[in-house]
């Protein structure tokens, strides 16, 4: 619809109508739509000059369907029954081709459908009614051979021309209607149900098997990676039992096993409602396992992965979870037909399961290594951030889905925004290297003119003067549902093709660009360990060697040393306690100081709210958009006081001296061990220099040890704890149970209502807000504790594999004196084989790493 074509008459005319004085903001799509509907309809009822009872109670019956009872809508379409009446406009054509100026070719046909529907609802048409939607027809530019099409449809005629058919199928597909409301979907597809369906061409070919080459390539990369961790524990594990080894070398590698062994890819699915994410799910695994349908289905978070049996499992936000069966799934995963058309975010918002995960042992994308999260529509979901959030929370890329067809809406604009903000850890204006822009229902659009025209609008947000995406082929144009078609009937056409192109360029991303890092980092860190053993081997031998000889008073004074480093364990984590004291005194002080100004700053940031909604005919809907915009401008206030003073501040400031202090604890007892090395010519010095370089990689989201506060995405996500604990959820409900139809129809200063409406928001929002404050500190002590524990940790496995070294040290010193020479001699062969066997190992890595061209 194009509502710049809305001209002063037609405002004139439905101020006239409805008896309000109305202005041209105030004539949104779906009241243009629905004043032309009420026109048509009252049309077809007087043009044979007999008015039936059971004519009106078709009329109510066909209008109430966009709306709800108690609806401002509702209210809205009785004025507009009675000025339509009134003034008899559906007998001025000239009126009539006002008020349908803005419709496109597809409104126009729906509107015209209502019309025959109305006139065919006692089994046939009446000769007047068939004439005057005719004429009404013509002048709306609409061809007759679609006309023959709506008649056949509701008067069961056969032998219809398959061109028309086709067409009118094209027109009246329901993403074509997202526009106006998800009514307006819910009754093109009904429209479309009625009418004769499309014939389905026979498949003459097998199913196409959507396959991901180099996914599967990188999996068995992957599996050689984690064979060669295998291996690496045996050698290990033979070493310390022999004691030529220290036991902490068996826990470092048990927990880069762990981080191989759960390597996945996981890629996020996000979009609006009803823009096609199941069903580019169902094309992405070559089969329809998620629920689709026109109108806002999945409202779970689900996610898709491998399993060795086919199981679904529905995890609960109490933390409880069950095995579920398979029948159930699309019945937990959908919403209602009711909540769909009617209040969505209540259903929402009360609804128990937090994700639905579903197990699959032979989906090929799945199998290869992929875990896929399909997220539910977001713009009217009561809990957006924290949803979002989630889904980003170790992704490695995104695909967010829009509706090539229009426009990209102001909600999806600030969405991309947001997940671009995300996805690069709070940075904002740079733009995200894993995020693909997908514009599904291509093939709504038939020219090539408007495809370049689709390809260009959106094209030049996310690749404009301020990209949302970096990298080649990040923006796509498909048809989930013509790709899907073409897949289960095997036929390679161009939605086919532009599908392929689509995914290929998603396994490249994964494979090539996030792929490759996760297996340099894994290597690294088995090459550290192998470096590690390869060093404690040396020594080992040398101790057997007789080079390694130890007094009783050189003895004594490691005794003493273990004893010393005991002790700087214990100062670093009573020196931690002490500063996270402080830091929660300095934090009371600087958010008290930020929450006294919060309230005069969010009143300046509410001047800039916006909504397409009027705050009379779509109350409920201006509610919602309020509502989110609350949520985000005091998320992001939020996020700076988190930013700005707590992280860049109190953390800051206390982090370092934490860092500075463990430092000089670690600086200490390495320089003991330099000393021991000079001595008794070892290299313990060098090994625990390599597990201090280990603990960078333990930091390397966090800004790194010695790198400043780092706590990144820990602090993005804990900072906006209010929409986790249903605060969204909860201000949608109350507001619009507080304010919507409060007002009601005879309120005309449209500005002073939306004040109004602003007002009830902050009253409620800053209430609930407030009261979630001591769930707001418990997330804040989790991360606070969080950020410096970490470091405490970590200080303190150096700490104990320095303990380790020493331990090891005197044990072996013992042994190889109670040993014979021929005991030390078999010793001496023993480890010249496993030194053998841990360098294969690492050749073998070598040859990993060149088989994925990682440089």
Do not use: M, P
């Given at each position: 619809m194009d509502t710049s074509l809305v001209s002063s008459q037609t405002v004139e005319l439905l101020s006239q109508i409805t008896g309000q004085k109305l202005t041209q903001k105030n004539l949104t799509p779906p009241v243009i739509f629905l004043a032309n509907l009420v026109t048509v309809l009252l049309g077809v009822i007087f043009v044979d000059g007999i008015v039936a009872e059971s004519e009106k109670q078709r009329l109510l019956t066909t209008l109430y369907r966009f709306s709800n009872p108690e609806s401002d809508v509702r209210k809205l379409t009785h004025l507009m029954i009675k000025g339509v009446k009134e003034n008899q406009v559906y007998k001025q054509i000239n009126n009539l081709l006002s008020l349908a100026a803005p419709l496109s070719e597809s409104e126009k046909l729906l509107l015209i459908s209502f019309g025959y529907e109305m006139s065919a609802a006692d089994g046939e048409i009446d000769p007047h009614e068939k004439k005057y939607l005719e004429i009404l027809a013509k002048?709306?530019?609409?061809?007759?051979?679609?006309?023959?099409?709506?008649?056949a449809g509701f008067t069961h005629q056969e032998n219809l021309e398959p061109i028309a058919l086709d067409e009118v199928h094209f027109l009246l597909n329901p993403a074509r209607f997202q526009e106006l409301d998800t009514i307006f979907v819910k009754a093109a597809s009904d429209m479309l149900a009625t009418l004769p369906a499309k014939p389905k061409n026979k498949i003459t070919k097998p199913h196409i098997n959507v396959s991901y080459g180099e996914l599967k390539k990188f999996q068995e990369y992957r599996k050689q990676v984690d064979n060669c961790c295998y291996q690496l524990f045996q050698i290990i594990q033979d070493c310390t039992n022999r004691g030529f080894l220290p036991h902490t070398l068996m826990k470092e590698l048990g927990k880069v096993s762990q981080k191989i062994q759960s390597q996945r890819f996981r890629l996020s699915v996000l979009g609006e409602f009803s823009q096609g994410k199941s069903t580019l799910l169902n094309a992405l695994l070559g089969e329809e396992i998620q629920p689709a349908r026109e109108i806002p289905c999945s409202g779970i978070v689900t996610v898709l992965k491998y399993g060795s049996q086919k199981r679904v499992v529905c995890r609960y936000k109490d933390g409880q979870e069950e095995e579920i069966p398979f029948e159930q799934y699309q019945l937990k995963a959908t919403i209602s037909e009711d909540a769909a058309l009617g209040c969505l975010s209540d259903e929402l918002a009360h609804d128990e399961i937090d994700e639905i995960v579903f197990e699959h042992p032979?989906?090929?994308?799945?199998s290869s290594g992929v875990e896929i999260v399909d997220s539910p529509g977001l713009n009217e979901h009561p809990d957006r951030t924290a949803i979002t959030q989630k889904l980003l929370k170790d992704t490695d890329a995104v695909i967010f889905l829009t509706n090539a067809s229009r426009s990209l809406t102001q909600v999806e604009r600030d969405l991309l925004q947001d997940v671009r903000t995300q996805l690069n850890h709070g940075k904002e204006n740079e733009p995200a290297n894993?995020?693909?822009?997908?514009?599904?229902?291509?093939?709504l659009v038939r020219s090539e003119k408007g495809r370049e025209q689709v390809q260009q609008r959106i094209e030049r947000f996310v690749q404009g003067q301020n990209p949302i995406v970096a990298g080649k082929n990040r923006v796509h144009f498909i048809s989930a549902q013509a790709?899907?078609?073409?897949?289960?009937?095997?036929?390679?056409?161009?939605?086919f093709k532009a599908f392929q192109n689509f995914t290929q360029s998603i396994e490249k991303f994964l494979t090539f660009d996030s792929g490759r890092v996760k297996i340099k980092h894994s290597i690294s860190q088995i090459n550290r360990v192998i470096e590690k053993g390869l060093d404690g081997l040396y020594k080992s031998n040398g101790t057997l060697d007789g080079k390694i000889q130890i007094s009783e008073a050189e003895k004594q004074k490691i005794l003493e040393k273990i004893g010393e480093a005991s002790g700087r364990d214990v100062r670093i984590h009573l020196l931690a306690d002490q500063l996270i004291e402080l830091v929660f005194e300095q934090i009371a002080e600087s958010w008290?100081?930020?929450?006294?100004?919060?309230?005069?700053r969010m009143v300046n940031k509410s001047q800039h709210w916006h909504s397409e909604h009027s705050p009379v005919w779509s109350q409920d809907k201006l509610i919602r958009d309020y509502t989110n915009q609350f949520i985000r401008d005091l998320s992001k206030e939020i996020d700076e006081w988190g930013n700005t003073?707590?992280?860049?501040?109190?953390?800051?400031?206390?982090?370092?001296?934490?860092?500075?202090?463990?430092?000089?604890?670690?600086?200490?007892?390495?320089?003991?061990?330099?000393?021991?090395?000079?001595?008794?010519?070892?290299?313990?010095?060098?090994q625990l220099k390599l597990s201090i370089n280990g603990i960078n990689d333990d930091f390397m989201g966090m800004g790194g040890f010695g790198g400043g506060v780092g706590i990144g995405g820990a602090l993005a996500a804990g900072l906006i704890v209010f929409t986790g604990l249903g605060f969204i959820a909860v201000i949608v409900a109350s507001v619009a149970a507080a304010i919507a139809g409060s007002f009601g129809l005879g309120m005309l200063d449209f500005d002073g209502l939306k004040d109004q409406i602003k007002g009830k928001i902050f009253e409620l929002g800053f209430e609930k807000f407030d009261e979630s404050m001591d769930k707001f500190s418990e997330k804040l002590d989790e991360i606070v504790g969080s950020v410096f524990n970490s470091r405490v940790e970590s200080a303190s496995r150096v700490i104990a594999q320095a303990i380790a070294l020493y331990e090891n040290l005197l044990e072996q010193q013992e042994k190889a004196h109670n040993e014979t020479l021929e005991q030390r001699e078999a010793e001496k062969m023993w480890i010249y084989q496993k030194r053998q066997e841990l360098e294969q190992v690492q050749n073998g890595l070598e040859t990993i790493v060149s088989k994925c061209a990682i440089v």
């Open positions: 002048h709306l530019g609409i061809k007759s051979q679609h006309l023959a099409i709506l008649e032979d989906l090929d994308l799945c894993n995020l693909f822009v997908v514009g599904n229902f291509i093939d790709a899907l078609d073409a897949i289960l009937r095997g036929n390679e056409d161009e939605y008290d100081e930020w929450r006294e100004e919060l309230g005069d003073k707590l992280k860049d501040v109190i953390l800051q400031k206390n982090l370092k001296y934490l860092e500075t202090s463990i430092a000089y604890e670690l600086d200490a007892i390495q320089g003991q061990f330099q000393s021991l090395d000079e001595h008794i010519q070892t290299n313990f010095s060098q």
